[in-house]
């Protein structure tokens, strides 16, 4: 069984920064996904950043390419997220995911129907 919690999320200025941090308790996997979701309110889910953990290769939503970044430190069996100059438009609920075994598919990356494992969630919220 695998368990994944959330913490860091925020209220914070534009232009501000946060870290989010996703630690994994139970069963890890040499080759799975770690994928980092958000819900704002009235917008369905949407995939923001993923690592495979096995190689550390990444992948990023055109939304925040540039500004957040995916790191992972499999000694603390944690994935982080650093969101750096943010916006109201970053406003949501934040969600950690994770696969099984499986190989890295980039196309595959982004998608909510690739991971089987979710955290309950953290709230960023962002004020101009």
């Known amino acids: 069984q695998v368990r994944l919690q959330e913490s860091g999320g925020a209220s914070v200025q534009a232009g501000g920064s946060l870290r989010l941090s996703c630690q994994t308790t139970?069963?890890?996997?040499?080759?799975?996904?770690r994928g980092w979701f958000r819900q704002a309110p009235g917008k369905e889910r949407e995939g923001i950043a993923a690592?495979?953990?096995?190689?550390?290769?990444?992948n990023y939503a055109d939304s925040v390419r540039g500004r957040f970044t995916i790191s992972q430190d499999n000694s603390k069996k944690t994935v982080y997220l650093q969101l750096n100059n943010l916006t109201p438009e970053d406003t949501a609920i934040y969600y950690c995911a994770s696969t099984g075994p499986r190989s890295w598919n980039r196309s595959a990356s982004l998608r909510s129907d690739t991971y089987i494992y979710w955290g309950p969630g953290t709230q960023v919220t962002v004020s101009a």
């Open positions: 690592i495979f953990t096995a190689s550390g290769t990444t």
């Open positions: 139970g069963n890890t996997y040499t080759n799975s996904v």
